[in-house]
């Protein structure tokens, strides 16, 4: 991958299996870090590009995973993260939120004004190199009167959006 051309669009699955190793890496080496120094816990867990998540999410939308929206494609950003539509036809929009173990998500407006927020739960996958699954969760902030806000999300918030659990590895062939 060659400079910044990989921020230009849809990561392929093979882009994506490159980017999680890296991930990985970057997350070993800062449990290292914290293992080695005192001073390695001041620093911060790495954020899950946008670009990783975003990409796995339509990627996930193209092969039927989800069976209730179709033709998704990368949004421009300022409008949402995913376009997509109904089975009916009907235009979607899409945003994407991931989290690694602490499960606290940022919600904006944006985010509560989309038909749809895809949150992928990744826990400890990129610390715990046995883990192959993560969750997907999918559910509409208007239906559940979200509104923008930090919020941790707990086992009572959990219940109330779809969940699928996604084994990675097999997904992606890593």
Not at 36 to 50: E, S
Not at 74 to 88: H, K, Q, T, Y
């Amino acid at each position: 991958m060659e400079g910044r051309s990989a921020r230009s669009g849809l990561l392929s699955k093979e882009q994506l299996k490159e980017l999680i190793s890296m991930m990985r890496n970057l997350f070993r080496y800062h449990a290292e870090l914290r293992e080695r120094n005192p001073l390695g816990d001041l620093i911060q867990y790495p954020k899950i590009p946008p670009f990783l998540s975003e990409s796995l999410v339509v990627l996930l939308i193209q092969s039927g995973f989800v069976s209730h929206i179709k033709n998704a494609r990368l949004g421009n950003g300022r409008e949402s993260d995913v376009l997509a539509e109904s089975l009916a036809g009907e235009h979607l929009t899409v945003e994407v939120k991931a989290t690694g173990v602490s499960a606290f998500m940022m919600l904006t407006e944006k985010d509560c004004d989309a038909n749809y927020i895809f949150w992928l739960h990744f826990d400890d996958f990129f610390v715990n190199h046995e883990k192959s699954t993560i969750e997907v969760y999918s559910f509409q902030p208007h239906k559940l009167g979200l509104k923008p806000n930090r919020i941790r999300v707990d086992q009572h918030l959990r219940q109330k959006f779809d969940r699928a659990p996604l084994d990675l590895v097999n997904f992606l062939n890593l």
